[in-house]
Nanobody
């Protein structure tokens, strides 16, 4: 059974930091590209960051470059998103995504991140 379980969300003040984790099981994690998406109320889901299967290549949305860092530990089947200098506009539900080719794609259930004073 495939599972992607996000954790680490919560309420944080502007300028603060959080680290999201996504624990994967039920598939060969090490061959999948992993991504973090987010969806704010009333907005479409957007890609935040992506990391290649080996971790050698990463990509970020312009809005988070220099503030967020995606990483992975293939030995632990886990992908992370370190979020620094958080802003109110980062408030959203954050989703973990696993993709391998055009056919294989999985989603987590999401974790809420709220940035507010």
């Amino acid at each position: 059974q495939v599972q992607l379980v996000e954790s680490g969300g919560g309420l944080v003040q502007p300028g603060g930091s959080l680290r999201l984790s996504c624990a994967a099981s039920g598939f060969t994690f090490s061959i999948y590209t992993m991504k973090w998406y987010r969806q704010a109320p009333g907005k479409e889901r957007e890609l935040v960051a992506a990391i290649s299967s080996t971790g050698g290549v990463t990509n970020y949305a312009d809005s988070v470059k220099g503030r967020f860092t995606i990483s992975r530990d293939n030995a632990k089947n886990t992908v992370y998103l370190r979020m620094n200098s958080l802003k109110s506009e980062d408030t959203a539900v954050y989703y973990c995504n696993a993709r391998q080719g055009p056919l294989w794609e999985y989603w987590g259930q999401g974790t809420q991140v709220t940035v507010s004073s």
